[in-house]
């Protein structure tokens, strides 16, 4: 897959493949989004299937959806991310922006993830039951509660209720089961790194809340 390359400043400088990007840390646009329940007041987070990583990398708890900008497409044009990973079709005017994350950060030797996350909330009024979940990288979802997911995330509780959508091949099963702490990416928890879980969860309140019609981050 071929990606735009980018300076640290986020001025376009080439291009470059997505594999080589990550080997050797040139910096590069990605497309990520929250989505929330804003009838049900819950958020919503997807497990990825094992093995899609060249490194160990534990089936966490991650955000909704998230992937890379293909070369010469826009902001908006990451919206194509929803449709694959999800299933559905949602219009990028839909979307809440959040802002821009810059981040650096060695996930394993030889792969530098040096990134300019494009970040947004996504308000979908969905089912478990009625999302398709058409990518095959993708294992599950779990919907928890928007203030439970805060308190999980400042350590508040060890652990809050969740439901799961559980992928296993053709099948899918729904169960109500505990999400703890462990289950999510220790470095989107910790106190000394930017905290991304309870910096998007305290948006996505006060999206929900009306406290302003413009969020950033």
Known sequence: MLIDIY??????????DKKIAHEDGLWHRTFSCLAVNPVRTTVLLQKKQPGRYSFDRPDQADFTVGGHYEAGETTPDGIREIREELG????YADLQPLGIRQTAVTLAPGWLEREFQYWHLL???LDLEQIPLDDAEVSGLVELDLTAAIDLADGTRPDVPARYLIRDGANRRYTDAPLSRTDLIPGYLEKDTDQLYLRLFIAAHRYLTGER????W
């Not at 300076?7 to 470059?16: E, F, K, S, Y």
């Not at 019609?213 to 950033?216: K, M």
């Open 7 to 16: 300076n640290d400043r986020n001025q376009h400088i080439g291009q470059q």
């Open 88 to 91: 559905i079709d949602v219009p």
């Open 123 to 125: 308000p979908l009024d």
């Open 213 to 216: 019609s413009h969020l950033f």
